[in-house]
């Protein structure tokens, strides 16, 4: 009369054991969820993407993220609007679609002296110019010269390069095109005047609201 007893033995085992797997499951679910991500997380999640470009790595901009407000902000200098424009990308990707992005890059072209003003350079900007209209004299001076002051104009959010054109000859600088105050007309008369090797500059700005 033994078999009664082994048979309830076994099925008290065979419960114990199913119940025991079940905590065990449910433990190791628990324990595999993953962690909620923290502001220094999504902070080095965007720094390791714009350090991996080569254009931003050198600018070593700012990041300040804060994941209770989705909120990222991004600070520190680039030297064209393109690679601004290029840290903002970088930095919504592969984080919540919802995440708001404060930009507060500023851009400020890298000062090219006269002696590292290659002919090659004097080439390209001569093709950028006649591209936006601008006319350039022969000499490899007034390319710089132009260089340099469309760089200071695209820094300068007053004043619309793509508005403005830029003849640059033997040293005599006509800016042409139109701008929406007369502070915007003033400031780009000061930054062509204030760049090395001007001679003069013919202020031909259009005044137009709106």
Same mark, same amino acid.
């Given at each position: 009369m033994r078999t009664p007893t082994i048979l309830i033995t076994l099925t008290f085992l065979i419960l114990f054991g199913f119940l025991a797997g079940c905590s065990q499951t449910g433990s190791t679910t628990a324990a595999s969820a993953p962690p909620a991500m923290t502001d220094t997380d999504l902070q080095h999640s965007i720094q390791s993407r714009l350090n991996a470009d080569p254009d931003l790595s050198v600018a070593k901009l700012d990041v300040d993220a804060d994941v209770k407000n989705n909120t990222v902000t991004l600070k520190g200098t680039v030297p064209t609007e393109t690679a601004r424009?290029?840290?903002?990308?970088?930095?919504?990707?592969?984080?919540?679609? #919802?995440?708001?992005?404060?930009?507060?890059?500023?851009?400020k072209p890298a000062e090219i002296s006269r002696s590292e003003f290659t002919d090659e350079m004097a080439r390209d900007a001569r093709e950028k110019a006649k591209t936006?209209?601008?006319?350039?004299?022969?000499?490899? #001076?007034?390319?710089?010269?132009?260089?340099?002051?469309?760089?200071?104009l695209i820094s300068d959010r007053?004043?619309?390069?793509?508005?403005? #054109?830029?003849?640059?000859?033997?040293?005599?600088?006509?800016?042409?095109?139109?701008?929406?105050?007369?502070?915007?007309?003033?400031?780009?008369?000061?930054?062509?005047?204030?760049?090395?090797?001007?001679?003069?500059?013919?202020?031909?700005?259009?005044?137009?609201?709106?």
């Open positions: 424009l290029r840290a903002v990308e970088l930095a919504k990707a592969g984080v919540p679609a #919802n995440l708001a992005i404060t930009d507060k890059i500023d851009v936006a209209g601008d006319k350039l004299g022969t000499s490899i #001076n007034d390319a710089w010269i132009h260089t340099k002051i469309t760089s200071k007053d004043t619309p390069v793509r508005k403005i #054109n830029i003849d640059v000859v033997d040293g005599v600088v006509t800016l042409r095109g139109e701008v929406k105050t007369a502070t915007a007309k003033d400031e780009a008369d000061r930054s062509a005047m204030d760049t090395e090797g001007v001679k003069r500059v013919r202020n031909l700005l259009k005044i137009t609201a709106g």
